[in-house]
């Protein structure tokens, strides 16, 4: 069980590249989401899934496209990227317990972006 | 729009004293808490959460939290830090009936122990 798994784990783009950040998760939950980690900021949202087929913005989602095909897979994409993008990308996923009804997400270890 | 509010942006203590971060949120309704640890170089935790009933809630690692519904406050607590606690410590919310992945994470707190 290999939980939330982001590739890759450091990334150098230049001004104006595209790329994707992938995320995959083997729990079968159904809910998955894309947080942006700077300092002092704390975690903001950038994109969230409540199911194949639907995605919705979160606080900060200028900048950045997701789909979600399948339930395991939830990438990331930068269409156009710049420097304000460089960040640490965190992707998280999470089911609701159906005994407890906790929702309680499980993060990837993060994907480090630097964007010159 | 909902906000997390962590008052205290870096904390040096000294080990075996005791810890207090503060959590304050928005949200008038219906929340669900949550404080997530991140140690170094590593990615987040979940140290405890509150969904209902008993507002204290005990984590790992010795840690507890206080819902006070009237302060909209959820304060993290531990009596006697050890200098394996040095971390980045993340309060956050989920508002309504918790049927989303969607939390909005504070600001988050740094906090350093001295051996």
């Known amino acids: 069980n290999a939980g939330v798994t982001q590739t890759p784990k450091f990334q150098v783009l230049k001004t104006g590249q595209s790329m994707t950040l992938q995320c995959a998760q083997d729990?079968?939950?159904?809910?998955m989401s894309w947080y942006r980690q700077d300092p002092g900021m704390g975690l903001r949202l950038i994109h969230y899934?409540?199911?194949?087929?639907?995605?919705d913005q979160g606080e900060v989602p200028n900048g950045y496209n997701v789909s979600r095909s399948t339930t395991e897979d939830f990438p990331l994409r930068l269409l156009s990227a710049a420097p304000s993008q460089t960040s640490v990308y965190f992707c998280?996923?999470?089911?609701?317990?159906?005994?407890?009804?906790?929702?309680?997400?499980?993060f990837g270890a993060g994907s480090r972006l630097t964007v010159l | 729009a909902q906000s997390v509010s962590q008052h205290n942006h870096h904390v040096i203590l000294s080990e075996a004293a005791s810890l207090e971060l503060g959590c304050n949120y928005s949200?008038?309704?219906?929340?669900?808490l949550f404080w997530y640890v991140q140690y170094p170089g590593q990615h987040l935790q979940l140290l405890l959460k509150y969904f209902s009933g008993d507002p204290l809630v005990k984590g790992i690692k010795g840690f507890e939290a206080e819902f006070i519904k009237s302060k909209f406050s959820f304060n993290l607590r531990k009596p006697s830090v050890q200098w394996s606690d040095t971390a980045e410590y993340f309060c956050a919310v989920r508002q309504g009936s918790g049927n989303t992945g969607k939390l909005i994470f504070g600001q988050g707190t740094t906090l350093q122990v001295k051996p």
């Open positions: 899934s409540v199911g194949a087929g639907i995605t």
């Open positions: 998280a996923s999470s089911t609701r317990d159906r005994g407890t009804g906790a929702n309680v997400l499980t």
């Open positions: 949200y008038g309704g219906t929340v669900n």
């Open positions: 729990m079968n939950h159904e809910y």
